[in-house]
């Protein structure tokens, strides 16, 4: 199927950094809702929208980062960047997502003491309401598309059950790996085609050398840090370690921020907890916390200064885990065996969506009728009416406003 421009659906042509740029700085500006909500915008816009790749080839994305540590909301976008425009590409769109969050929690590091208490405000809840919506649309549309037969289906619920069960990074890994084992053990002849071809502007050659890099950094940034006696110098290496550590993103690396700010005295724990209500009423990634340790953290460098060295190092290991995976994970996914797999593992990212969709983004959204009712207004507008998803969101923030 080719859309206006003679181009085969989900085989995106030579596109400039900018564009990328352009996309994913209004993603990072009306992308409410945490991780999971964060992946059904991306597929409204991506996969919907825009066409630049294909349902199967987001859903095997979604898998591989799931696999990966760090958050993995970022890393898809990271992915799609590197598929769209090379390493430029994934920095742009790492930038225009990450950048809005980084710089409202940097604002509000400076003025702390004047924004007062976010977490009960009624707008966030209406944006709380709005992802319950993107997620539901996300959901069906995958469902439609990666499980649509009795198999794939049955694999998609046992996942969601599973992930529900197990609430953790290691229960969505064990039902991504038991997803690809029932593809393998469920496979039918006409489950056996090829993947769409998906262009890739990386090398194997430079995703070895961004993986040795990755490893590197982790085994060398600790000894660094004992051996001199640079606040600068341990900043990096503590969060670079919480990015490389985590499993599952999102709220999982606060334990790990925690640990590495407060004992030592960087950030006070009431500042931590501050900052993470903030944290909670921003778009964008919840890693972009580690901008507002940075900007408040003590001893120099805090501020701007701060804020840009944790941020940066934080990410770091995501971007060099995708740009250096994602070479070889494509040269991977086209063997037959791994094929066959990943209908099984697509099913499953079907299944983690869904498990996502009840907890957190449902238990959170969904507290009285009047939250039913705008939660299904919302996805009325979004399924329907096919209302543009930034609008959605900027209705349900008014409108959570007005029944608070």
Same mark, same amino acid.
């Given at each position: 199927?080719?859309?206006?421009?003679?181009?085969? +659906?989900?085989?995106?042509?030579?596109?400039?950094?900018?564009?990328?740029?352009?996309?994913?700085?209004?993603?990072?500006?009306?992308?409410?809702? *945490?991780? =999971?909500?964060?992946? *059904?915008?991306?597929?409204?816009?991506?996969? =919907?929208?825009?066409?630049?790749?294909?349902?199967?080839?987001?859903?095997?994305?979604?898998?591989?980062?799931?696999?990966? %540590?760090?958050?993995?909301?970022?890393? !898809?976008?990271?992915?799609? @960047?590197?598929?769209?425009? #090379?390493?430029?590409?994934?920095?742009?769109?790492?930038?225009?997502?990450?950048?809005?969050?980084?710089?409202?929690?940097?604002?509000?590091?400076?003025?702390?003491?004047?924004?007062?208490?976010?977490?009960?405000?009624?707008?966030?809840? #209406?944006?709380?309401?709005?992802? !319950?919506?993107?997620?539901?649309?996300?959901?069906?549309?995958?469902?439609?598309?990666?499980?649509?037969?009795?198999?794939?289906?049955?694999?998609?619920?046992?996942?969601?059950?599973?992930?529900?069960?197990?609430?953790?990074?290691?229960?969505?890994?064990?039902?991504?790996?038991?997803?690809?084992?029932? @593809?393998?053990?469920?496979?039918?002849?006409?489950?056996?085609?090829?993947?769409?071809?998906?262009?890739?502007?990386?090398?194997?050659?430079? *995703?070895?050398?961004?993986?040795?890099?990755?490893?590197?950094?982790?085994?060398?940034? %600790?000894?660094?840090?004992?051996?001199?006696?640079?606040?600068?110098?341990?900043?990096?290496? +503590?969060?670079?370690?919480?990015?490389?550590?985590?499993?599952? @993103? @999102?709220?999982?690396?606060?334990?790990?921020?925690?640990?590495? =700010?407060?004992?030592?005295?960087?950030?006070?724990?009431?500042?931590?907890?501050?900052?993470?209500?903030?944290?909670?009423?921003?778009?964008?990634?919840?890693?972009?916390?580690?901008?507002?340790?940075?900007?408040? +953290?003590?001893?120099?460098?805090?501020?701007?200064? *701060?804020?840009?060295?944790?941020?940066?190092?934080?990410?770091?290991?995501?971007?060099?885990?995708?740009?250096?995976?994602?070479?070889?994970?494509?040269?991977?996914?086209?063997?037959?065996?791994?094929?066959?797999?990943?209908?099984?593992?697509?099913?499953?990212?079907? #299944?983690?969506?869904?498990?996502?969709?009840?907890?957190?983004?449902?238990?959170?959204?969904?507290?009285?009728?009047?939250?039913?009712?705008?939660?299904?207004?919302?996805?009325?507008?979004?399924?329907?009416?096919?209302?543009?998803?930034?609008?959605? !969101?900027?209705?349900?923030?008014?409108?959570?406003?007005?029944?608070?």
């Amino acid at each position: 199927m080719q859309d206006t421009s003679g181009r085969t +659906a989900g085989e995106p042509a030579q596109a400039s950094a900018i564009e990328v740029l352009s996309v994913f700085s209004r993603l990072g500006l009306t992308s409410f809702g *945490g991780p =999971v909500a964060h992946l *059904g915008y991306f597929r409204d816009e991506f996969v =919907v929208r825009r066409r630049w790749l294909g349902e199967a080839a987001y859903a095997d994305l979604v898998a591989l980062c799931q696999f990966l %540590p760090g958050p993995a909301s970022s890393q !898809v976008g990271m992915a799609i @960047g590197l598929m769209r425009a #090379g390493y430029v590409g994934a920095m742009a769109a790492w930038i225009g997502f990450t950048l809005p969050s980084a710089i409202a929690l940097t604002l509000f590091a400076y003025g702390i003491d004047a924004f007062g208490d976010l977490a009960g405000s009624g707008w966030l809840h #209406g944006l709380k309401i709005a992802a !319950v919506a993107v997620v539901a649309q996300a959901v069906l549309g995958m469902m439609r598309s990666l499980a649509p037969d009795r198999e794939r289906a049955s694999v998609a619920v046992a996942a969601a059950v599973l992930v529900i069960a197990i609430p953790s990074a290691a229960g969505q890994i064990a039902a991504i790996v038991l997803g690809g084992a029932a @593809g393998l053990v469920l496979a039918r002849p006409e489950m056996a085609e090829m993947p769409e071809h998906v262009p890739l502007r990386a090398s194997r050659k430079t *995703g070895a050398v961004l993986l040795a890099l990755f490893f590197a950094l982790l085994i060398a940034l %600790p000894l660094l840090a004992a051996a001199v006696p640079s606040h600068t110098i341990a900043l990096v290496d +503590a969060f670079y370690r919480a990015g490389s550590l985590v499993f599952g @993103g @999102g709220h999982v690396v606060l334990p790990l921020l925690q640990a590495a =700010v407060v004992p030592p005295g960087w950030v006070g724990n009431d500042l931590f907890l501050a900052g993470y209500g903030a944290a909670q009423a921003v778009p964008g990634p919840l890693f972009t916390f580690a901008a507002y340790l940075g900007a408040v +953290a003590g001893p120099v460098p805090n501020g701007w200064i *701060g804020a840009a060295i944790c941020l940066a190092a934080i990410f770091l290991p995501s971007f060099l885990l995708v740009a250096g995976a994602l070479p070889f994970w494509e040269s991977l996914r086209r063997a037959p065996s791994a094929q066959t797999a990943l209908r099984g593992t697509n099913a499953a990212v079907v #299944g983690l969506l869904l498990a996502a969709l009840y907890q957190p983004v449902w238990t959170a959204g969904i507290l009285a009728p009047a939250d039913f009712a705008l939660g299904a207004v919302a996805f009325l507008l979004l399924f329907m009416w096919r209302t543009p998803p930034w609008l959605v !969101v900027l209705l349900c923030a008014l409108a959570g406003a007005a029944i608070a």
